[in-house]
């Protein structure tokens, strides 16, 4: 059974920077592409950014130029780097797996319980 467990978020003041982990366990192949996603209070959950196996990323627009994601396939551990945070990128953070690289939550299989990020201004 493949578990995602994320962390890392907190409290940061707008401009500020955080970055979001997100471990595997369970046997998820490196192959798998691996999203970040977020969720904010009466909202649908929204894509952030995936990176596949081979390295390729995509962002959604709203976090381009400010937001990274990487992910050491050593270590079964995902990130992202948030920097110039704003407060309209205040949500729960969620990491997922899955075969497909897409940008619609049914593309993954696997969700971890996410982390909150909030940011003041």
């Known amino acids: 059974q493949v578990q995602l467990v994320e962390s890392g978020g907190g409290f940061v003041q707008a401009g500020g920077s955080l970055r979001l982990s997100c471990a595997a366990s369970?046997?998820?192949?490196?192959?798998?592409?691996m999203g970040w996603f977020r969720q904010a209070p009466g909202k649908e959950r929204e894509f952030v950014a995936f990176?596949?196996?081979?390295?390729?990323?995509r962002y959604a627009d709203s976090v381009k130029g400010r937001f990274t994601v990487s992910r050491d396939n050593a270590k079964n551990t995902l990130y992202l780097q948030m920097n110039s945070l704003k407060p309209e990128d205040t949500a729960h953070y969620y990491c997922?797996?899955?075969?497909?690289?897409?940008?619609?939550?049914?593309?993954?299989?696997?969700w971890g319980q996410g982390t909150q990020v909030t940011v003041s201004s």
């Open positions: 369970g046997g998820a192949p490196n192959s798998y592409t």
């Open positions: 990176i596949t196996g081979r390295g390729t990323t």
């Open positions: 997922a797996a899955g075969p497909k690289s897409g940008a619609t939550t049914p593309d993954y299989y696997y």
